[in-house]
Protein backbone atom coordinates (compact mmCIF):
# COMPACT_ATOMS: atom_id res chain seq x y z
CA UNK A 1 0.00 0.00 0.00
CA UNK A 2 1.35 3.02 -0.32
CA UNK A 3 1.16 6.54 0.59
CA UNK A 4 -0.95 7.60 -2.13
CA UNK A 5 -3.84 5.70 -0.51
CA UNK A 6 -4.39 7.26 2.32
CA UNK A 7 -6.07 10.76 2.57
CA UNK A 8 -5.64 12.89 5.63
CA UNK A 9 -8.73 12.74 8.10
CA UNK A 10 -10.34 15.44 9.53
CA UNK A 11 -10.93 15.59 13.15
CA UNK A 12 -12.95 18.70 14.93
CA UNK A 13 -12.49 18.86 18.98
CA UNK A 14 -13.23 21.69 21.53
CA UNK A 15 -10.10 23.15 22.69
CA UNK A 16 -9.02 22.08 26.61
CA UNK A 17 -8.45 25.65 27.37
CA UNK A 18 -10.51 28.50 25.85
CA UNK A 19 -13.38 25.71 24.42
CA UNK A 20 -13.03 27.18 20.54
CA UNK A 21 -13.52 23.98 18.27
CA UNK A 22 -10.82 23.50 16.58
CA UNK A 23 -10.38 21.16 13.01
CA UNK A 24 -6.79 19.32 12.21
CA UNK A 25 -6.10 16.78 9.85
CA UNK A 26 -4.59 13.24 10.76
CA UNK A 27 -2.51 10.93 8.78
CA UNK A 28 -3.83 7.60 8.86
CA UNK A 29 -0.02 6.13 6.87
CA UNK A 30 1.01 7.10 10.65
CA UNK A 31 -0.32 4.04 13.00
CA UNK A 32 0.06 6.33 16.02
CA UNK A 33 1.18 10.19 16.85
CA UNK A 34 1.71 12.35 19.57
CA UNK A 35 2.21 16.15 19.59
CA UNK A 36 1.65 19.73 20.24
CA UNK A 37 -0.77 21.77 17.98
CA UNK A 38 -1.45 25.54 18.73
CA UNK A 39 -5.04 26.35 19.17
CA UNK A 40 -5.25 29.03 16.30
CA UNK A 41 -7.99 30.67 18.83
CA UNK A 42 -5.74 31.46 22.68
CA UNK A 43 -2.29 30.02 21.07
CA UNK A 44 -2.27 27.67 24.14
CA UNK A 45 -0.32 24.50 22.96
CA UNK A 46 -3.30 20.75 23.07
CA UNK A 47 -1.63 17.68 23.21
CA UNK A 48 -2.63 15.48 20.14
CA UNK A 49 -2.55 11.92 20.26
CA UNK A 50 -4.13 9.64 18.10
CA UNK A 51 -4.65 5.75 16.59
CA UNK A 52 -5.38 4.36 13.41
CA UNK A 53 -6.32 0.59 12.83
CA UNK A 54 -6.59 -0.42 9.33
CA UNK A 55 -7.47 3.08 8.19
CA UNK A 56 -9.94 3.50 10.84
CA UNK A 57 -9.50 5.92 13.44
CA UNK A 58 -9.88 4.24 17.11
CA UNK A 59 -8.65 6.67 19.57
CA UNK A 60 -8.39 10.50 19.76
CA UNK A 61 -7.22 12.66 22.42
CA UNK A 62 -6.78 16.64 22.81
CA UNK A 63 -5.80 17.54 26.24
CA UNK A 64 -3.93 20.68 28.12
CA UNK A 65 -0.31 19.64 28.37
CA UNK A 66 -0.86 20.84 32.12
Given amino acids: M ?3 DFELKEQKF ?3 YCTAE ?3 LLDPSVPE ?3 Y ?3 EVCCHAVEISYAF ?3 QLVYFQASSEE
Avoid: A, H, K, N
Fill in 53 to 55: SDG
Fill in 14 to 16: RCP
Fill in 37 to 39: EDC
Fill in 33 to 35: QLY
Fill in 22 to 24: ITV
Fill in 2 to 4: SLM
